[in-house]
C-alpha cells in the first residue's frame, strides 16, 4: 500500500495558486462580459423556468437574502426581489454587472470572484 505525503504549501505554491485564480477570473470576465444585453434579451430567459423553481425549493419571499455568485445581468435576482428578498451579486464581469446594477437599483452588486 502507497501513502500519500501530506500537502504542503509555501508561499510559493499559494502565489502559483493565486496567479492562476486570478487568469482564470479574467478569463471567465473577458468570455462572459462580451454582449451583456444579448444575454439579458435571449439567454437569461431561458433559465427563468430553473430560476424560479430554486427560488420556490428554497423558500425565498419577504424576509429572506440571497446571495447570487455568478449573477451576470441580474435575472435570478430581479426574480427574488419581485419574492420579496433582499438581493446581492457577484460576478467577475463588469459589462454583466452594469447591466445587473441598472436592473436592480439599490441592490448590492459586487465586482469579484468566489
Known sequence: MSRVAPLTH???T???LA???ERHAATQALLWGTDPQGWA???EPLDEPLFLAVL???DVGPGTRVLDVGCGTGGALQLARRAGAEVTGLDVAA???ALAQDRLPGAQIVL???
Open 56 to 58: 420556490a425549493a428554497a
Open 14 to 16: 499559494t502565489h502559483a
Open 10 to 12: 509555501t508561499s510559493s
Open 112 to 114: 469579484g470572484e468566489a
Open 95 to 97: 459589462p454583466l454587472l
Open 41 to 43: 434579451m435571449y439567454a
Open 19 to 21: 496567479s492562476s485564480t
